[in-house]
């Protein structure tokens, strides 16, 4: 049987393990822990305190993590880099001197995507990539990979909700574009100025909530059979426009 340690070199197996990740302040993506496990409530609580998502699970799936290593009801992530605040994004911007130009990731759960997003992000000019803290690919190993270094030049920020982001960053005068299939043809949009792209997830699209909160719907022109493009590639083709509009590539 193949193991999966090999396939998840970000994997961090134990109590012990988890407890001295914590105290060293390693960044984590996130915490399996076994349901019931009171035992580990002080570290869960530490966890908690860094706010690291912590996420119960039975302890078949950590049997199935760990391929027989003794996990002892806690697996943790470790996260290939820290994750920034969407306050240090337009910051990044203002010193730069240029309108702030975002990506939102609404629930994009494939890492492969979300580092080829930030990948393309980071040859756009984008100033950073928000993503939710649940219901979310995070900043693994598998991700950076994705990213070829991409995550070393692009901050990224984990927020609680991504709808009250949207809100606070229309505060700021940031316009927000949502990506999907009913909406404006993206090459006749005005794209320059302040502005946040919304690419939701992979099968479900944008979210109803998110997508209310939109200022407008971008959609891409499609001549073939398949209606719709891999998240990561619509949202390539997306962040290039911008781009262009924006410096007039």
Not at 179 to 197: F, I, V
Not at 218 to 246: C, D, K, T, W
Request: with cysteine.
């Amino acid at each position: 049987m193949e193991d999966n340690r090999k396939n998840n070199s970000d994997l961090i197996i134990g109590r012990n393990c988890v407890s001295e990740a914590l105290r060293s302040g390693r960044p984590l993506d996130r915490i399996f822990v076994a349901k019931g496990a009171s035992s580990l409530r002080p570290i869960i609580a530490r966890a908690k305190e860094a706010d690291i998502v912590i996420k119960e699970v039975d302890s078949k799936k950590l049997d199935s993590l760990c391929s027989g290593a003794a996990h002892q009801g806690i697996v943790g992530f470790a996260a290939a880099k820290s994750y920034s605040s969407v306050g240090d994004i337009l910051a990044r911007a203002e010193e730069k001197g240029e309108p702030p130009f975002i990506i939102i990731l609404d629930e994009i759960e494939d890492p492969h995507n979300l580092g080829a997003i930030i990948r393309t992000a980071e040859c756009t000019g984008a100033h950073g990539v928000i993503i939710p803290k649940r219901r979310s690919a995070g900043l693994s190993f598998a991700a950076d990979k994705a990213s070829a270094g991409a995550v070393e030049y692009v901050p990224v920020a984990r927020v609680t909700n991504i709808a009250q982001t949207i809100d606070m960053l229309k505060e700021q005068g940031v316009w927000v574009y949502g990506a999907d299939m009913d909406g404006e043809c993206y090459c006749k949009a005005n794209l320059s100025g302040a502005a946040a792209l919304v690419i939701g997830n992979e099968g479900r699209g944008l979210g109803r909530l998110i997508r209310e909160k939109c200022d407008c719907i971008l959609s891409l022109p499609m001549s073939g059979h398949i209606n719709s493009l891999n998240a990561s590639v619509a949202a390539g083709v997306l962040m290039y426009e911008f781009a262009r509009q924006r410096q007039d590539f």
